[in-house]
């Protein structure tokens, strides 16, 4: 009963910069965690960041440490992505999640539809 929904994805020039929105809505009495993962052409989903939904706990997966930060507005039910320094290999469909988990896909139990980032050598 939670809905998510990604927004902010394009095109980018490596070295540049995006911002990803995740709009969530519905009972998220269930959810301590929203997360974020990617996923390229045949390749596996990964874990990105996540966010505890007090704002307290972060994490971010060693591809991206430094380089992307994870935020959140209670107020306007939205979880961020600042993504910076954009690589090549940052191309991927990134999906927001809810759930109980925190650093891995498998404990979340909502998902978005995803947004496309591709990013241009």
């Known amino acids: 009963q939670v809905t998510l929904v990604e927004s902010g994805g394009g095109l980018v020039q490596a070295g540049g910069s995006l911002r990803l929105s995740c709009a969530v809505s519905?009972?998220?009495?269930?959810?301590?965690?929203t997360g974020w993962f990617r996923q390229a052409p045949g390749k596996e989903r990964e874990f990105v960041s996540a966010?505890?939904?007090?704002?307290?706990?972060?994490g971010y997966a060693d591809s991206v440490q430094g380089r992307f930060t994870i935020s959140k507005d209670n107020a306007k039910d939205t979880v961020y992505l600042q993504m910076n320094s954009l690589k090549a290999e940052d191309t991927a469909v990134y999906y927001c999640?809810?759930?109980?988990?925190?650093?891995?896909?498998?404990?979340?139990?909502?998902w978005g539809q995803g947004t496309q980032v591709t990013v241009s050598s």
């Open positions: 519905g009972r998220t009495f269930s959810t301590y965690f």
């Open positions: 999640a809810a759930g109980a988990a925190s650093w891995h896909a498998g404990g979340y139990s909502y």
């Open positions: 966010i505890s939904w007090r704002g307290a706990l972060t």
